[in-house]
């Protein structure tokens, strides 16, 4: 057994402590947690699994990682918090452990990574002996995994379109979804998430591994943006009022440009509520999905839809996310000390899982 650690219990770390613990290969051994309030909480209670793990959460990290786990689930944000987040993961790789996170964007696609976030981590392995692998959903499997598996179905390839569409009042995270986003803000405010070049540096990596495992060159990456205000204030059953005018659904791309023309597209579509901007795309059932689209020949159309936490569609995104990074947990183990993306680690199917009761 895996002796692995949970560090944070947001909305990404409830669904690793409930991955780990399903997992016949781990064993739940900490649970890491930056509230006080937290510190000494059972991990199936922050979990919400119904009933207790036997493990007590604690903030004390030099103690934690003096037990030297065999991997480590660094669950906290790094989308306000990069340099702390990094701090955290190089530790953690520097005790030996095998450590996945869906934190640091620049990392998805590990050779196009920046100098000051790729050396800190490969000096963590030479020093430590441990590994990293960054991935989730969208960025993550949504964009490419997926569209790459799918792709191999066709006999000719025109271009591949990864969507997310999503009602994002659904999203359990305000600060992100009014402030880096912009929901609720009257349509003057600029968000960061949407401020040019930023949507490049979240999902231009994916991009560039698409393209790499397709074998092209992009000759440029582009993008595009609209946004829409709500035409009527409206109430979410989450996340309260948002008033008419304000913005209320963001489009954008992120196009991988080659010999000219958008053949690798990274497609985001999100609302605050289903009445905003009704003419663009929806999913089936309002909530939320994730799509590709290969055209070619011949077209393939694949929509995936998750849910979890009382169906919450969000939730299921969070649950895939980390269900790709825990379930990679023993082969990362047995590989080779390094730094990975999603072209090095694979997809397995869930070996001793099927039918086993979930926590």
Same mark, same amino acid.
């Given at each position: ?190 968000? *960061?998430?949407? %401020? ?10 994916? @991009? &560039?591994?698409? !393209?790499?495992? #397709? +074998? ?115 082969? *990362?183990?047995? %590989? ?10 694979? @997809? &397995?199917?869930? !070996?001793?899982? #099927? +039918?086993?009761?979930?926590?």
């Amino acid at each position: 057994m895996i002796s692995t650690v949970v560090w944070g219990t947001g909305n990404v770390g409830r669904a690793a402590i409930r991955a780990v613990e399903a997992h016949p290969a781990l064993n739940l051994a900490h649970v890491l947690v930056h509230d006080p309030g937290k510190v000494g909480r059972d991990a199936g209670d922050l979990a919400g699994t119904g009933r207790d793990l036997g493990v007590a959460a604690t903030d004390d990290i030099d103690a934690v990682l003096a037990t030297a786990p065999g991997a480590v689930v660094y669950a906290a944000s790094g989308d306000i918090r990069p340099d702390e987040a990094l701090a955290d993961i190089t530790r953690a790789v520097r005790t030996g452990a095998v450590v996945v996170t869906p934190a640091l964007y620049a990392l998805y696609d590990q050779r196009s990574a920046p100098p000051e976030l790729r050396d800190p981590v490969l000096a963590a392995v030479a020093d430590g002996g441990g590994s990293l692998f960054v991935s989730g959903v969208d960025p993550g499997w949504g964009n490419d995994v997926l569209p790459l598996m799918i792709s191999g179905l066709g006999s000719t390839v025109d271009a591949i379109r990864c969507q997310e569409i999503f009602d994002y009042s659904t999203y359990d995270q305000p600060d992100a979804v009014r402030d880096l986003i912009g929901m609720g803000h009257a349509m003057e405010y600029e968000p *960061l998430m949407l %401020a040019a070049s930023v949507p490049t540096m979240v999902w231009g990596g994916q @991009l &560039r591994l698409m !393209a790499r495992a #397709l +074998g092209v060159e992009l000759d440029d990456i582009r993008e595009t943006m609209a946004r829409r205000p709500l035409e009527t204030t409206v109430t979410t059953r989450t996340m309260g009022e948002f008033a008419a005018g304000t913005q209320g659904a963001v489009r954008f791309e992120v196009q991988g440009i080659v010999e000219g023309e958008p053949r690798i597209v990274i497609e985001h579509i999100t609302r605050i509520h289903p009445s905003c901007a009704p003419d663009w795309p929806s999913p089936p059932d309002g909530a939320g999905a994730h799509r590709v689209i290969i055209e070619g020949r011949p077209r393939i159309e694949v929509t995936v839809e998750a849910t979890d936490e009382d169906e919450n569609r969000s939730a299921g995104g969070n649950a895939t996310a980390v269900g790709r990074l825990v379930n990679a947990i023993d082969w *990362l183990v047995d %590989a080779e000390p390094g730094l990975y993306d999603a072209l090095d680690v694979p @997809l &397995r199917p869930a !070996a001793g899982r #099927l +039918g086993r009761k979930q926590p």
